[in-house]
């Protein structure tokens, strides 16, 4: 087989970043004339091109990736392997299955799976795999681990998934639906609809905490999801009394820095954020009952946190799915002017792609071929935010708070720092510059770091040995209106 016509691909090939010392390791014995078994690839058809605009035919690797570094090092062209399956796949029906293979083979040689490596392959599975197909049994044995780890590790997908259309109709009511709306999704009469809304309990939930019951388990039992739970758990609480429940520290500084996303909270999402840099967003400026809009909403971490904190909330994007009827489809095109927000919002919280980031995976995430804006060219992607900024301008109220997050984009891949390309750039100062240009003026700049974590020491060290200068700043602007903005 050509290594040049394989592809790595990374949702299949489950471990996060190639080891350098396997791959040195491999060269060495192959310098040596050592022989390799051979390695297992796929032939798939209906495989996403990079861009995401077509598909295509690829061979993608299931197991054996780093010998065939070690070959490419050595300047060896081609490499034996075995194919899996036979005729090709379409790989867009077999993911998981292909995802499971690739892992199974993984556990029983080489570089073994770490225990994260596991839970990232059984919550990819669990996520696409809304019918349960694959049992918590099937995965603990493709996995090699117990069933019990299995369950800890995707309870709260399940739950998520399980959820019934009473939990649907009471999340929607509380996110501030009304029930006329909410009746006309769900097929039900609006008597019925508010029927369910008034018989919510939360007396039960406190009954089954007190007879040892834990949250998983009460989500479970009542087949809602966890956030619903816990926000009907927490109901009536303070702000501050909920951070403690939900066992999060409130932040006192402009430095909101969070090791990881609360599972709880949001699902598995490219570019997810964490629950709680929008709990301490809407702590400092909202109130409870605040209308907070959403446009990009992605996983639905702002409507998970909006219903904990009893915020109400309105979200929209390219990318939505039954199990969370509270996202609508919404494209947004400044050009068109079209604004489906119903009531104008106190919060508006945009989280959108930064740049070109994660520009595949949302590609692949969109219900129709509507492009997302990590799609765009560098001017057109400045010329959204001029004109999105330009838009929530006008259709805010003069107390409107704009919470905006992005990152600098530097094109710094390969290139040193000294001589990466500046035009190529864009950063946080454009994006200051934009909102002082369409009528907004920035009150805040709060620190919310990604963790450098993400990055092996291997690929740490390759930076440091080029100059290159990483970047892992993420920051959230917080904007107040001015006064009516002439760019139109
Ligand atoms: C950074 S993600 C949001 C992540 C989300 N806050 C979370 O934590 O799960 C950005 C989202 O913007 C959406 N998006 C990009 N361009 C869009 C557009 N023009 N209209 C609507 N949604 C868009 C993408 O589908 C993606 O889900």
Not at 104 to 110: A, R
Not at 169 to 177: Q, T
Not at 289 to 313: H, I, Q, S, Y
Not at 324 to 347: A, F, S
Request: charged letters at 30%; a positive charge.
């Amino acid at each position: 087989m050509k290594i040049s016509d394989l592809t790595w691909d990374e949702f299949i090939y489950p471990r996060g970043a190639k080891s350098r010392q396997t791959i040195t390791a491999y060269a060495e014995a192959l310098e040596i004339g050592a022989q390799f078994p051979p390695i297992k690839i796929q032939r798939v058809f209906n495989y996403p091109v990079a861009d995401g605009s077509k598909t295509t035919r690829a061979t993608i690797i299931l197991d054996g990736n780093h010998r065939c570094e070690a070959f490419r090092e050595k300047g060896i062209e081609e490499i034996p392997a075995v194919e899996w399956k036979e005729p090709p796949l379409d790989y867009e029906k077999n993911r998981i299955p292909l995802l499971l293979e690739s892992a199974q083979s993984n556990i029983l040689h080489g570089d073994r799976l770490t225990a994260n490596d596991k839970k990232q392959v059984a919550r990819d599975i669990a996520a696409t795999d809304p019918e349960c197909t694959y049992t918590e049994d099937a995965l603990a044995q493709k996995l090699g681990v117990t069933r019990q780890t299995i369950n800890t590790w995707i309870s709260d997908i399940r739950a998520r998934q399980k959820t019934n259309r009473k939990s649907i109709i009471i999340r929607l009511s509380r996110l501030g639906w009304a029930q006329e709306k909410i009746a006309e999704i769900t097929g039900m009469t609006q008597g019925r609809v508010a029927q369910i809304i008034n018989k919510a309990n939360i007396c039960e939930i406190n009954n089954l905490l007190k007879k040892g019951h834990n949250m998983d388990y009460i989500a479970a039992h009542y087949q809602m999801d966890l956030a619903l739970t816990w926000a009907l758990r927490l109901q009536g609480k303070t702000d501050q009394e909920k951070f403690k429940a939900l066992g999060w520290g409130l932040r006192t500084w402009d430095q909101w820095n969070f090791n990881e996303c609360d599972d709880r909270f949001g699902d598995a999402w490219p570019g997810r954020i964490p629950a709680q840099l929008i709990a301490h967003t809407l702590y400092y400026f909202t109130k409870p009952n605040d209308l907070v809009l959403d446009p990009m909403a992605g996983g639905g971490v702002v409507p998970d946190t909006c219903l904990l904190f009893e915020r109400k909330c309105q979200a929209f994007d390219l990318a939505t799915r039954d199990n969370r009827p509270e996202i609508e489809y919404h494209h947004w095109d400044p050009k068109r002017e079209t604004w489906p927000v119903t009531r104008k919002p106190d919060l508006i919280f945009f989280d959108p792609p930064y740049y070109t980031k994660k520009k595949k995976e949302y590609e692949q995430k969109a219900n129709t071929d509507t492009l997302s804006i990590s799609s765009y060219s560098r001017k057109d992607y400045k010329q959204f935010f001029k004109e999105f900024f330009t838009l929530a301008h006008k259709n805010a109220k003069p107390a409107t708070t704009l919470a905006s997050l992005n990152a600098d984009w530097r094109d710094f891949e390969s290139t040193p720092a000294a001589k990466e390309k500046s035009d190529n750039a864009i950063t946080l100062f454009d994006y200051h510059r934009l909102l002082s240009e369409t009528g907004w003026k920035t009150t805040h700049r709060i620190e919310c770091p990604l963790s450098s974590e993400r990055l092996t020491g291997n690929q740490v060290q390759r930076m440091q040995n080029k100059r290159i200068l990483g970047t892992i700043g993420r920051t959230l602007l917080i904007a107040k209106r001015v006064r009516e903005t002439g760019v139109h």
